[in-house]
């Protein structure tokens, strides 16, 4: 379990510390983010506030606003790493 969250927060401190800026990269962002909340054992209320960033992100990406699309997923990939007590 402790490796499995070790490599999930990992992977979550490499997506927010790669180059922003691409279209491609809130995808995958969101997506480092989803296998994070399916592996890691977060609050409900994290949860949820960790979910809305996730979706207003990726609505913001697709409607073509990726400066807001970054902004958000990344404050959700830093909620995610806030809860884990590493
Ligand atoms: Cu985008």
Redesign the pocket.
Known sequence: MFRIKTACATALLAAALSAPA??????MDAKAIETGLANMEVSDDTRSKVMQLHDEGMA??NA???SE??HKLAEAMRMLLNSTAM
């Open positions: 691409m279209a491609s990269h809130c995808p913001a990406h073509g606003n990726h699309a970054e």
